[in-house]
C-alpha cells in the first residue's frame, strides 16, 4: 500500500512500505523502567507498512482495544535498499528522519508475552505507527538528534541520540544484516524513559532538535 510521506516543507513522497522495523530496548532508562533485561543483542519487530498513519493534526488510538501506550521514538525513512550493510555505510541510506509513536497496547502486549506469544496485536495494528513530517537528507544524515515529547504542556519524553545502547550507524546496519531495508521502509531507534498512557483529547507536541514537527489531538479512531 502506499503512503505519501509528507516533508516539513510541505513535500510529499509516495512510496510503498514494505515494513518498519522497530528496536525493542535501545535507552537504559526505558529498560530499568519496565523491569526488563539488558540485552546483549538488540531485539527487533517488524511493524506491516499498514501500520503507519499521519501523526499532526488529529492521531486515531483504537481506545476499544485497551490502554493505549506512546513511546516516542527518533525514526529514519529509508531512500535506498540497504542489505548487509557496515555501520560506515548505512548512513547513506536515510533519506529523512523524523518523530513517530510507536503506539502500544501495553495490557494486551504483557499477557502476549507472559504467553509465550508473538506481539502483532499489541503493535503492529492499523495506525500503530503515527509519523510526523519529516526533515529531508541527501546523504548527509547526521547522528546526532535530540527530541521532546509533551502532552497538554507537560514534558514526558525527552530522547537524546548519545543515550543510545546503539547508535543510527550500528542500528541500521544490524538490522540489515536480517531484513533487507527498501526504500519507503521507517526505522524506529527505541524509545527514551517516560512511556505512559494516551487519551482521547490529549494535545500532543512533538519536538525535533529544537523544532517543533508536529501538534496534534489524540482522538477515538475505529
Ligand atoms: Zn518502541
Given at each position: ?9 510541505q ?22 523502567e519496565?523491569?526488563?533485561?539488558i ?9 506491516p ?17 485497551g ?34 509513536l ?20 499489541a ?7 503515527p509519523?510526523s ?37 550500528h ?7 536480517w531484513?533487507t ?5 521507517v ?8 512511556v ?11 519536538v525535533?532538535?529544537?523544532?517543533v ?10
Open positions: 500500500m502506499s503512503f505519501s510521506f509528507q516533508s516539513v516543507d513535500r510529499k513522497l509516495a512510496y510503498t512500505p514494505s515494513k518498519i522495523v522497530c528496536v525493542g530496548r535501545n535507552y537504559l532508562e526505558h529498560i530499568q519496565l523491569e526488563n533485561e540485552p546483549d543483542e538488540a531485539v527487533f519487530f517488524i511493524k507498512g499498514t501500520a503507519l498513519s499521519h501523526l499532526c493534526q488529529t492521531c486515531e488510538i483504537p481506545t476499544y482495544r490502554e493505549i501506550h506512546y513511546e516516542c521514538e527518533l525514526a529514519l525513512l529509508i531512500t535506498q535498499k540497504l542489505t548487509r550493510a557496515s555501520a560506515e555505510h548505512s548512513l547513506d541510506a536515510v533519506g529523512g528522519y523524523g518523530l513517530a510507536d503506539l502500544t497496547l501495553r495490557q494486551l502486549q504483557s499477557e502476549l508475552k507472559e504467553k509465550g506469544l508473538p506481539w502483532e496485536k503493535k503492529a495494528f492499523d495506525g500503530s505507527c509519523l513530517p519529516l526533515k529531508m537528507v541527501d546523504g548527509n544524515f547526521s547522528s546526532r538528534h535530540r527530541f521532546n515529547f509533551s502532552i497538554n504542556g507537560k514534558l514526558r519524553q525527552t530522547g537524546d541520540s548519545r543515550l543510545m545502547i546503539r547508535d543510527s550507524a542500528l541500521l546496519a544490524e538490522i540489515s544484516q531484513f531495508l527498501m526504500p519507503g521502509d526505522v524506529l531507534t527505541g524509545t527514551p524513559a517516560g505512559g498512557i494516551l487519551s482521547e483529547g490529549d494535545e500532543l507536541e512533538l525535533l532538535d529544537g523544532t514537527v508536529c501538534r496534534s489531538t489524540v482522538v477515538k479512531g475505529r
